[in-house]
């Protein structure tokens, strides 16, 4: 399967990332001055160099938005985990919904043992239509945090995290699931970026198979 993935410009300082005031006391103060130099050591160049391949083996950069992109979803998954080959057809639906709002997404593979005969499989059996990487050296897990599978990460301008955390709340625990999701909580925060505001919440718990488990 050929996969083009477009050119992905670069991570920028956030001030939503630092610790919230009053920054009192040495304690404070010293959190502040190693959050800041935390922040200026990963600036635009450092995102810029956040390189993965496609199945191509042709470098791509997903923190670079594409042109007249507003933002981009890494769909983190593997080949075997049941609840990422679950979630595909929710997945699709949401990428057919908001590919045309300014929205892409990208399938995202971690982990090594998924070479790219392995995922063309995937991606036929699952009949996914979206770019594909791989990111066998965990860059993309290390800057998104992600930690298990499916989970996203909605990426802004300047390589910021925007969301990451669950597509929806219908996994209470591995094995245990509810009929409907009560919460859809990526279609919520895309449906605020769309919109111009901000994610109310940026951060959720995402149910699936661990990332410390299979990367070896």
């Known amino acids: 399967m050929g996969v083009t993935s477009p050119a992905f410009p670069a991570y920028t300082p956030d001030s939503a990332y630092l610790p919230d005031p009053p920054y009192t006391g040495l304690v404070g103060r010293t959190l502040l001055f190693f ?29 670079v938005l594409p042109p007249g992109r507003t933002a981009t979803v890494l769909v983190f998954t593997t080949t075997d985990c049941p609840i990422s080959n679950r979630y595909a057809p929710d997945i699709q639906a949401l990428a057919a919904k908001f590919q045309k709002q300014g929205i892409v997404f990208t ?27 791989r ?36 996994y209470l625990d591995f094995g245990r699931d509810r009929l409907q999701p009560s919460d859809r909580s990526l279609e919520r925060a895309l449906d605020a970026i769309v919109q111009g505001k901000a994610v109310a919440v940026r951060e959720t718990k995402a149910v699936g198979c661990f990332l410390q488990d299979l990367i070896k």
């Open 107 to 133: 399938l995202v593979y971690p982990v090594r043992t998924d070479t790219p005969a392995v995922i063309r499989e995937h991606v036929k059996k699952f009949g996914y239509a979206m770019p594909v990487v």
């Open 135 to 170: 990111d066998t050296a965990q860059e993309l897990v290390r800057h998104t945090g992600v930690t298990v599978t499916p989970e996203v990460a909605v990426i802004g301008p300047g390589g910021r995290v925007l969301y990451r955390g669950r597509i929806d709340d219908r």
């Open 35 to 63: 959050t800041a130099l935390f922040l200026a050591t990963v600036g635009p160049a450092a995102a810029k160099q956040v390189r993965v391949a496609d199945l191509a083996g042709e470098a791509r950069h997903p923190l």
